[in-house]
């Protein structure tokens, strides 16, 4: 999705911001499309209304986690954006601080709130499939309807599964898991599934966005495990992919955000997440990324709303007990490596 900054690197990134500016705010964010959004239009307003210089530390979730637990005690991120999954980690291992009230937060739908009040969801995605549908029809392939499909021999070679550290590559072994008998509690039926029959289709268990667009672009995979905005993102720059809800059910993923810990309190860090849930900066998020919006108060033109899950389509999509997957995601992070990605 992004490429890994090591802490040497890392370091410096922070060293230099701190040298060319005196108040400055580190936000750990999704890589790809979802930075150049950030860089491009919605941080700039925020700078000029708060007088603050933000600097983008890029990175998956995994990667985010990392360097909160690698800074624990002392972290240098002020806010940072995760998938759902890993926000509740977060949360659990004390990263996230408590949101201050402000108004935004009373238009806000219920599904964007967590009940620990440390984080809030600033975008609804799904986890489904995604096919390239320039290579789909140079073939006389009919579009993919389900789950299923990712074991088709047809695809051999071309298929994109995202490694589990990944949330959609996670939410895809969940949904196969229970496809097969299992669940959350015993996702065994998944990897055996994986590895019997999906894994000799796959290409590349890369989970960078930025890759995995390269790929599509290229005509390397014809179908992916990926998610609708990231599809919708990658549309818009005139690759021609299409997101499909597979019958079985597409998976419903939060885009969240928290202001990170500290030993003081960081009003600016509070302030980018309230700017984040604005109505304004909300229609961004839905226009380029491809996610339904959180604020009531958005107004979304036809053709963007015509984009993005509405409130049936959220309803009816899969939903996954996070509570009981990070309990277990080590150890499946460790199968995985050992029986998947060998």
Known sequence: MRKRIVPIMLAGVFA?????????????????????????????????ANNVKVVVVPGDSTTTMARLQAQKGKQNLDVVFLDDGPMYQAIQLGFCDTLTDAPVYKNLYDVARFKSNKAVTIGLDATGLVY????????????????????????????EFPTISNGYGLQTLIVLAHLNGGSEQNIQPGFDTVKASIAPNVLSFDPSPGKISELFQSDSIALAAWGDGRSQALRNQGVPVKFVAPKEGAVVLGLSMCPVKHDAPNDLAQKFVQFSLSPEVQALYADEEGVAPVNKQTQLPPAVAARVPGPSAVANMRKVDWDAINDKRATWTQQWNRDVER
Request: glycine fraction near 8%; proline fraction near 8%.
């Open 132 to 159: 390239n549908e320039r290579l789909f029809a140079a073939k006389g392939w009919a579009p993919p309807t389900s789950w299923h499909d990712l074991a088709d021999p047809r695809y051999k070679g071309k298929v």
């Open 16 to 48: 230099a911001a701190q040298a060319h500016a005196e108040t400055t705010l580190y936000v750990g964010a999704f890589g790809g499309s979802f930075e150049q959004l950030l860089r491009e239009k919605i941080i700039p307003p925020f700078e000029k």
